[in-house]
């Protein structure tokens, strides 16, 4: 449950600031099908990835954090 309501704030922020599944997960140096997995709740994100993906999207990490 914790790790879909990661996915789909990552994906909401992500679609927010205009990037593509393919794009951002080049950016973040992680597979298209990873950050898919994460997306869809499937995989929880590691703390640091957590932080580069919040750095990448220029967003803190208690927006991205689930309430």
Not at 36 to 61: H, Q, W
């Amino acid at each position: 449950m914790e790790a879909e309501k990661w996915g789909r704030r990552i994906r909401a922020y992500r679609k927010l600031k205009g990037f593509t599944q393919e794009g951002f997960a080049k950016e973040l140096g992680i597979s298209v099908s990873v950050l898919g997995e994460i997306e869809r709740g499937n995989r929880m994100p590691d703390e640091k990835l957590i932080s580069r993906i919040a750095d990448f999207l220029d967003v803190g990490l208690d927006e991205l954090t689930p309430q």
